[in-house]
């Protein structure tokens, strides 16, 4: 903020004020709304009246409990392997895409792109049918293998991008000093590339946590359903209560691992973000 | 250590360019040879050929006697310093230097490790900054630490890639003696490329001088000034650069365009029965006629002239006389700017003079040149018509010899 006027200051300090209004407040809603006992949920008023955990404890040890923790560790579990096996694989194709000629560089990255402008939904229907003839329906291979298909893309474009501005000239280098291929690879690309990979790993955990529509279509039971679609099933204590505080405290929940990261990998992101960006 | 001998090399890329023409050299064990030439002529890429990071596509590249023509840059045991150092940015310098020898190829115990690359630091004084990383170092810091993990490896021969171009000048010309009294002490085959003339002079054991990928003439630094193969060598060696003005023979006398010169014997039957020659005299060759001594005035030749400026430096000054362009040999000028990556080479006359010299721009004023020390080319060919062969050989004869005693000596003083 050095050699900024005072009044360029206040300027900019009133924009992120506004945009941090804007971007928090719903979640700020829903976190009031998780803490509100049923009773108070439609009074229309922002704050609860009376601050209870009775939602928390209705997803954690009440009538939501079977509901929520199997969903809770199937989103964690699915989500973790989806996301190692995204970036693996994407490091090992964007090397190749940046590094190496050979034919079909272009099919890979055409066909990448094509795959994640596909619409989702419209892939769902045939997948669902495929799925319960091979087996896959309601498992988690069958939601991994489609988290990878939006993942994929996406990882081997960013990862590309960032191998691409890392120095030929190091590898060369290494090549010189006797390494070997796979060694070149391992010392000094892969942790010149790390703010990347971790970019990477962080957009494609987000991508694959956040899925609604393949985690509601290919499961049936709490075998293999997500937390967002789990959210969908959740019910009032009776039918003529809404479940909206549970639903409003699971979502709570499942936020805070992504703010977790974010928060842990802050500086790596930024720099991730950036350096593909800048030329440096 | 090692010799590399490099037959009739040849590099083509895909769309038929050759980069690489046919090149043949013999680099001897312990010998220091330099690569040169302006940009685009196949100096970097023969080095790149060399040290296995370029495809050769005709020719033998030999180490050591054997054939690594297929042989992958790891296997061929060469160290290189690239012209941006190379570093890896996330390794301290200590680590850096250590990695050739912790890479399963080479692999050493930690001790052994840690002994070379402390032996190495203190060499380059690069012992306070061992634990720092290279985006905090200065240039000439980082092309030590590049310098380091060559040296650590103990490799066959050293090859610099224009290692000091991307240094300001006062650095480049302390790191030129830094790499040049290391290269005596190791005592290992080094290539250099660079296209620095004054880097290649002073380094080079012998000059190999590239145009457009073919080589035109190796030889010791003394031997390439003074008696060069050719038009090419003989503009691109030598600051500032050789003039060139056209010139025909004519009743034992030389007519040009700045007055007619007696010559010696040998310099007018090299431009006899030729209608015109290009002829070479060094700026050093010509002297205000007021500073040449009695006795060597018979050796040459006075000249009235009026120089358009003249600058003065302090140790020497030059002085510029623009001559009438000469249609017949304009053509052949220009591809020799162009050869040598400059615009043009301009119808004027460089000569440099004593400092005390009094000889001023406008004014008319008396010179005088050494008319045998003049080379005399083909315009057609661009052949030196005037090179000495024997005296040539002798030069370069006499700079092996000078660097075996500089070796000896050097060696002495390290028991």
């Given at each position: 903020?050095?050699?900024?006027?005072?009044?360029?200051?206040?300027?900019?300090?009133?924009?992120?004020?506004?945009?941090?209004?804007?971007?928090?407040?719903?979640?700020?809603?829903?976190?009031?709304?998780?803490?509100?006992?049923?009773?108070?949920?439609?009074?229309?008023?922002?704050?609860?009246?009376?601050?209870?955990?009775?939602?928390?404890?209705?997803?954690?040890?009440?009538?939501?409990?079977?509901?929520?923790?199997?969903?809770?560790?199937?989103s964690?579990?699915?989500?973790?392997?989806a996301?190692?096996?995204?970036?693996?694989?994407?490091?090992?194709?964007?090397?190749?895409?940046?590094r190496?000629?050979?034919?079909?560089?272009?099919?890979v990255?055409?066909?990448?792109?094509?795959?994640?402008?596909?619409?989702?939904?419209?892939?769902?229907?045939?997948?669902?049918n495929?799925?319960?003839?091979?087996?896959?329906?309601?498992?988690?291979?069958?939601l991994?293998?489609?988290?990878?298909?939006?993942?994929?893309p996406?990882?081997?474009?960013?990862?590309?991008?960032?191998?691409?501005?890392?120095?030929?000239?190091?590898?060369?280098?290494a090549?010189?000093?006797?390494?070997?291929?796979?060694?070149?690879?391992?010392?000094?690309?892969?942790?010149l590339?790390?703010?990347?990979?971790?970019t990477t790993?962080?957009?494609?955990?987000?991508?694959?946590?956040?899925?609604?529509?393949?985690?509601?279509?290919?499961?049936?039971?709490?075998?293999?359903r997500?937390?967002?679609?789990?959210?969908?099933?959740?019910?009032?204590?009776?039918?003529?209560?809404?479940?909206?505080?549970?639903?409003?405290?699971a979502?709570?929940?499942?936020?805070?691992?992504?703010?977790?990261i974010v928060?842990?990998?802050?500086?790596?992101?930024?720099?991730?973000?950036?350096?593909?960006?800048?030329?440096? | 250590?090692a010799?590399?001998?490099?037959?009739?090399?040849?590099?083509?890329?895909?769309?038929?360019?050759?980069?690489?023409?046919?090149?043949?050299?013999?680099?001897?064990d312990?010998?220091?040879?330099i690569l040169?030439?302006?940009?685009?002529?196949g100096?970097?890429?023969l080095?790149?050929?060399?040290?296995?990071?370029?495809?050769?596509?005709?020719?033998?590249?030999?180490?050591?006697?054997?054939?690594?023509?297929?042989?992958?840059p790891?296997?061929?045991?060469?160290?290189?310093?690239?012209?941006?150092y190379?570093?890896?940015?996330?390794?301290?310098?200590?680590?850096n230097?250590?990695f050739?020898?912790?890479?399963?190829?080479?692999?050493?115990?930690?001790?052994?490790?840690?002994?070379?690359?402390?032996r190495?630091?203190?060499?380059?004084g690069?012992?306070e900054?061992?634990?720092?990383?290279?985006?905090?170092?200065?240039?000439?810091?980082?092309q030590?630490?590049a310098?380091?993990?060559?040296?650590?490896?103990?490799?066959?021969?050293?090859?610099?890639?224009?290692?000091?171009?991307?240094?300001?000048?006062?650095?480049?010309g302390q790191?030129?003696?830094?790499?040049?009294?290391?290269?005596?002490?190791?005592?290992?085959?080094?290539v250099?490329?660079?296209?620095?003339?004054?880097?290649?002079?002073?380094?080079?054991?012998?000059v190999?001088?590239?145009?457009?990928?073919?080589?035109?003439?190796?030889a010791?630094?003394?031997?390439?000034?003074?008696?060069?193969?050719?038009?090419?060598?003989?503009?691109?060696?030598?600051?500032?650069?050789?003039?060139f003005?056209?010139?025909?023979?004519?009743?034992?006398?030389?007519?040009?365009?700045?007055?007619?010169?007696t010559?010696?014997?040998?310099?007018?039957?090299?431009?006899?029965?030729?209608?015109?020659?290009?002829?070479?005299?060094?700026?050093?060759?010509?002297?205000?006629?007021?500073?040449?001594?009695?006795?060597?005035?018979?050796?040459?030749?006075?000249?009235?002239?009026?120089?358009?400026?003249?600058?003065?430096?302090?140790?020497e000054?030059?002085?510029?006389?623009d001559?009438?362009?000469?249609?017949?040999?304009?053509?052949?000028?220009?591809?020799?700017?162009?050869?040598?990556?400059?615009?043009?080479?301009?119808p004027?006359?460089?000569?440099?003079?004593?400092?005390?010299?009094?000889?001023?721009?406008?004014i008319?004023?008396?010179?005088?040149?050494?008319?045998?020390?003049v080379?005399?080319?083909?315009?057609?060919?661009?052949?030196?018509?005037?090179?000495?062969?024997?005296?040539?050989?002798?030069?370069?004869?006499?700079?092996?010899?000078?660097r075996?005693?500089?070796?000896?000596?050097?060696?002495?003083?390290?028991?």
């Amino acid at each position: 903020m050095k050699g900024m006027t005072t009044r360029q200051k206040v300027g900019w300090s009133v924009i992120t004020i506004v945009v941090l209004v804007y971007t928090l407040s719903p979640l700020v809603s829903i976190l009031m709304t998780s803490f509100k006992a049923s009773g108070d949920l439609t009074t229309g008023r922002f704050l609860p009246t009376r601050f209870v955990l009775d939602n928390y404890e209705q997803i954690f040890a009440g009538s939501a409990r079977d509901l929520f923790l199997p969903a809770l560790r199937n989103s964690i579990g699915i989500t973790l392997i989806a996301t190692v096996v995204a970036v693996v694989l994407a490091t090992l194709c964007a090397y190749a895409i940046a590094r190496l000629d050979f034919p079909g560089k272009r099919l890979v990255l055409v066909s990448a792109l094509g795959v994640s402008m596909f619409p989702v939904i419209s892939i769902v229907t045939p997948l669902f049918n495929l799925w319960r003839t091979i087996g896959l329906y309601d498992t988690w291979p069958g939601l991994i293998i489609p988290y990878l298909s939006l993942t994929l893309p996406i990882s081997i474009y960013t990862l590309a991008a960032y191998f691409q501005q890392i120095p030929w000239d190091l590898e060369r280098a290494a090549q010189v000093d006797g390494a070997t291929s796979f060694e070149a690879f391992r010392k000094v690309i892969v942790p010149l590339a790390l703010p990347g990979v971790f970019t990477t790993a962080i957009i494609a955990f987000f991508i694959a946590w956040n899925d609604f529509v393949y985690g509601i279509s290919l499961t049936s039971t709490s075998a293999a359903r997500p937390v967002p679609a789990a959210l969908a099933f959740f019910t009032g204590a009776s039918q003529f209560e809404e479940p909206t505080g549970a639903i409003s405290a699971a979502a709570i929940i499942v936020t805070i691992p992504i703010v977790i990261i974010v928060v842990l990998f802050q500086r790596q992101i930024v720099s991730g973000l950036t350096q593909g960006a800048v030329k440096g | 250590m090692a010799t590399i001998e490099i037959q009739n090399l040849v590099k083509r890329y895909d769309d038929g360019f050759p980069a690489v023409n046919d090149v043949s050299l013999d680099i001897a064990d312990g010998e220091f040879v330099i690569l040169v030439g302006p940009s685009g002529c196949g100096k970097s890429t023969l080095l790149r050929m060399i040290v296995g990071l370029e495809d050769i596509t005709e020719g033998e590249l030999r180490i050591d006697g054997k054939r690594v023509n297929e042989s992958a840059p790891r296997d061929r045991d060469l160290a290189m310093v690239f012209q941006n150092y190379a570093l890896y940015p996330h390794l301290s310098v200590y680590d850096n230097i250590a990695f050739p020898m912790r890479l399963s190829k080479n692999k050493l115990p930690e001790d052994e490790i840690d002994r070379r690359v402390r032996r190495a630091s203190s060499m380059l004084g690069l012992d306070e900054h061992l634990e720092r990383k290279p985006g905090n170092l200065s240039g000439g810091q980082r092309q030590r630490v590049a310098m380091g993990r060559a040296i650590v490896r103990e490799a066959d021969a050293f090859l610099f890639d224009e290692p000091l171009s991307n240094l300001d000048a006062k650095l480049r010309g302390q790191m030129r003696t830094q790499i040049a009294q290391l290269q005596r002490r190791l005592g290992i085959t080094s290539v250099y490329v660079t296209h620095d003339q004054t880097e290649a002079m002073t380094l080079g054991d012998r000059v190999a001088v590239l145009k457009k990928g073919r080589l035109q003439q190796v030889a010791s630094p003394r031997e390439l000034y003074e008696q060069p193969a050719n038009l090419f060598v003989a503009g691109f060696i030598g600051s500032p650069s050789m003039n060139f003005l056209p010139a025909r023979e004519e009743n034992g006398h030389l007519r040009t365009p700045i007055g007619d010169l007696t010559a010696p014997e040998h310099v007018l039957e090299a431009a006899r029965g030729r209608d015109l020659v290009l002829l070479g005299v060094r700026p050093e060759h010509f002297e205000d006629l007021e500073f040449v001594d009695e006795a060597l005035l018979p050796h040459g030749t006075e000249l009235a002239v009026t120089p358009t400026h003249t600058e003065w430096l302090g140790n020497e000054q030059y002085g510029y006389i623009d001559y009438e362009k000469d249609p017949e040999v304009a053509e052949v000028l220009d591809e020799l700017a162009r050869d040598l990556d400059q615009d043009e080479i301009p119808p004027q006359v460089v000569v440099t003079l004593s400092s005390a010299s009094r000889i001023r721009g406008g004014i008319e004023s008396r010179i005088w040149v050494d008319t045998r020390k003049v080379h005399v080319f083909d315009v057609a060919t661009g052949e030196n018509l005037t090179r000495d062969e024997e005296k040539g050989a002798e030069l370069t004869r006499r700079a092996a010899e000078d660097r075996q005693r500089e070796i000896e000596t050097a060696a002495a003083l390290e028991d």
